[in-house]
């Protein structure tokens, strides 16, 4: 069975651009979360996305966003980019279904982005 | 709000000494409490799911344990491919939770051969 999967692994943008990062989930699985990761806070949870419906969102701007189409693959999107926001980006997928059994998070390799 | 700290920030072990790694949480309604090990560069790899107090699960040299309050990764005769960073998380109930994992800042485990 393949795993998550994250494309690109590594991007280089400037100050005010914008990016897309896209995450194919585990076969099956239809819940697709996205997590930031820096060396100062740690991994925080962005939003999550059940079904092309977003069911969940953390604390941050309105500049990020996402989306999830009808296969369950995800997208990120990153608008005026600002320095702070370099960080791994990963996507997390699960079933989705209620009850606890079903929760866990199967991570893919994470999405480099450096802003410059 | 949920909140999780894991002790210590890093641990240094000579191969075959064994430890334990600690995870303090505090969560309105616990619905499951997750270990995973991530090494550089890669996202975190699955290790255990625990679901209620006094339930434990292993996995090769890895032991979890759950309490109301904290969890104890024991890593039992360590070897130096277990270095890496071990993250510990929870998820509430509730629909606020969704898809939703609160992290620890992880333990950096070193060992030594």
């Known amino acids: 069975k393949a795993g998550v999967t994250q494309t690109p692994r590594y991007l280089i943008k400037t100050r005010g651009q914008q990016v897309t990062l896209s995450c194919s989930p585990i076969?099956?699985?239809?819940?697709v979360s996205w997590y930031q990761q820096t060396p100062g806070q740690g991994l925080q949870f962005l939003f999550e996305?059940?079904?092309?419906?977003?069911?969940n969102k953390g604390n941050f701007p309105g500049r990020f966003s996402g989306r999830q189409f009808s296969n369950s693959r995800s997208e990120m999107n990153v608008s005026t980019l600002e320095l702070g926001d370099s960080a791994l980006y990963l996507c997390?997928?699960?079933?989705?279904?209620?009850?606890?059994?079903?929760?866990?998070?199967?991570f893919g390799p994470g999405t480099r982005l450096t802003v410059l | 709000e949920d909140q999780v700290t894991q002790s210590p920030e890093a641990l240094r072990l000579q191969e075959g000494e064994s430890s334990s790694l600690n995870c303090s949480y505090t969560v309105s309604g616990l619905r499951g409490l997750f270990w995973y090990r991530q090494d550089p560069g890669k996202g975190p790899e699955f290790l255990f799911t625990l679901y209620s107090a006094g339930e434990e699960k292993e996995k090769e040299r890895l032991k979890a344990t759950l309490t109301k309050k904290e969890s104890f990764l024991h890593i039992t005769a360590p070897k130096p491919e277990d270095s890496a960073t071990y993250l510990c998380?929870?998820?509430?109930?509730?629909?606020?939770?969704?898809?939703?994992?609160?992290f620890g800042q992880g333990t950096i485990l070193t060992v030594h051969p």
């Open positions: 998380a929870v998820q509430a109930w509730g629909g606020t939770s969704y898809g939703k994992l609160t």
């Open positions: 996305y059940f079904s092309e419906t977003q069911r």
């Open positions: 076969s099956g699985h239809r819940s």
């Open positions: 997390a997928s699960s079933s989705g279904l209620a009850g606890a059994e079903h929760n866990e998070q199967f």
